[in-house]
C-alpha cells in the first residue's frame, strides 16, 4: 500500500513539475516599469519542501501493478521529462552522493517523489 500510495505521490510530483515548467513568465515590453508581485491567495501552492532524506528503489522492488503505473507515468513523460529530471539530479549534491553511495548515476533513475516531509524517493531501472 506505501508503494502505490509512493507512486501515486512521484506520479503528482512528476505531473506538477512538467506543469509548471511549461508556464512561462510574462515577457516585460522595454521601457516598462516591472510588474508588481501578486499577493499570496489562500489557493496558493505551498513551497516546495526541502530534501530532508534520499530514499532509492529499484523499480524491481515494487509491486507488478505499481511497476505498471511507473511505466505508463513514464511514458506520459517522455524523454525530455527524463532528461530534465536527471539534469536536476546531478545539480543536486546531496542527491547526486546517494546515488552514488549506492553504486548508481542519475541515468539509471525513471521517478522521483517528494513527500510533504522532504522525503525524496528515487525509482531506478538498471541497464538492460
Keep these: 500500500m506505501r508503494k ?3 507512486l501515486a505521490a512521484a506520479a503528482t510530483v512528476m505531473l506538477a513539475t512538467a506543469a509548471s515548467a511549461q508556464q ?8 516598462q516599469a516591472p510588474a508588481a508581485p501578486a499577493p499570496a491567495t489562500p489557493n496558493a501552492q505551498p513551497a516546495v519542501p526541502t530534501i530532508q532524506s534520499v530514499n532509492i528503489v ?16 513514464i511514458a506520459q513523460r517522455g524523454e525530455a521529462g527524463l532528461q530534465k529530471l536527471r539534469g536536476s539530479i546531478d545539480s543536486t549534491p546531496k542527491v547526486k552522493s546517494a546515488l552514488e ?18 522525503a525524496l524517493t528515487l525509482i531506478t531501472k538498471k541497464a538492460s
Design 4 to 6: 502505490t500510495t509512493l
Design 58 to 73: 529499484d523499480i524491481t522492488e515494487l509491486p507488478k501493478d505499481t511497476q505498471t503505473q511507473v511505466n505508463q507515468v
Design 24 to 31: 512561462q513568465p510574462a515577457q516585460q515590453q522595454p521601457g
Design 101 to 118: 553511495a549506492k553504486g548508481l548515476t542519475s541515468a539509471q533513475v525513471i521517478a522521483a517523489s517528494l513527500d510533504n516531509n522532504g
